[in-house]
């Protein structure tokens, strides 16, 4: 994603998320030398359309062999169409097209249909950090995949 696609995603981050990112923390992410920022877009339904909006994202960051994901979201409208899984896999790509060994993240221990994304991936569990996230109270989850 660029920066044509800021706006969009701290929409649907605000549409999405309790604690969610605004539009400066968007750009601040995508201006950072080791972040990934990466968008599903449906295909053009006719040359010469407008440039159609992400229907999802992905921002994690990518440091020598190591990566993480800091989030994943697809637009409720659009959810169980496989946007999330396949913007997981393109970044997953990316790690290993880079020589990444590790690639670790925290999800809320509540939210099921992310972890079970996840675990579909190959990630497993390897931590839990008691009441880590608020609005709502949860504990974290970390989750890991060795490539
Ligand atoms: C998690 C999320 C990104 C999944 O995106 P999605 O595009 O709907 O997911 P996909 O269609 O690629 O589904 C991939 C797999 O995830 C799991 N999954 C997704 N939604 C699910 C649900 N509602 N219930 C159970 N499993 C679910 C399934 O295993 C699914 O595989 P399957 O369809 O073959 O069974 C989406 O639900 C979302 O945006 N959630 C809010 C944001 C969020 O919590 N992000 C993760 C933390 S940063």
């Known amino acids: 994603m660029g920066a044509d696609d800021i706006a969009r995603t701290a929409l649907l981050e605000k549409e999405i998320f309790s604690d969610a990112w605004s539009e ?15 968008g599903a877009f449906p295909a053009e339904d006719s040359p010469g359309e407008a440039a159609p909006e992400a229907a999802g994202y992905l921002l994690g960051m990518i440091v020598c062999d190591e990566a993480e994901v800091y989030r994943v979201a697809a637009d409720p409208a659009r959810r169980r169409q496989g946007i999330g899984s396949a913007l997981l896999e393109a970044f997953l790509g990316e790690c290993r097209a880079r020589g990444v060994r590790l690639v670790s993240l925290e999800v809320r221990a509540a939210n099921d249909p992310a972890i079970r994304m996840y675990a579909n991936a190959g990630f497993a569990n390897a931590g839990l950090r008691k009441d880590y996230y608020r609005d709502p109270a949860d504990d974290g989850i970390v989750m890991r995949l060795e490539l």
């Open 24 to 38: 400066a923390s968007v750009r601040s992410h995508m201006a950072g030398a080791a972040n990934v920022s990466l």
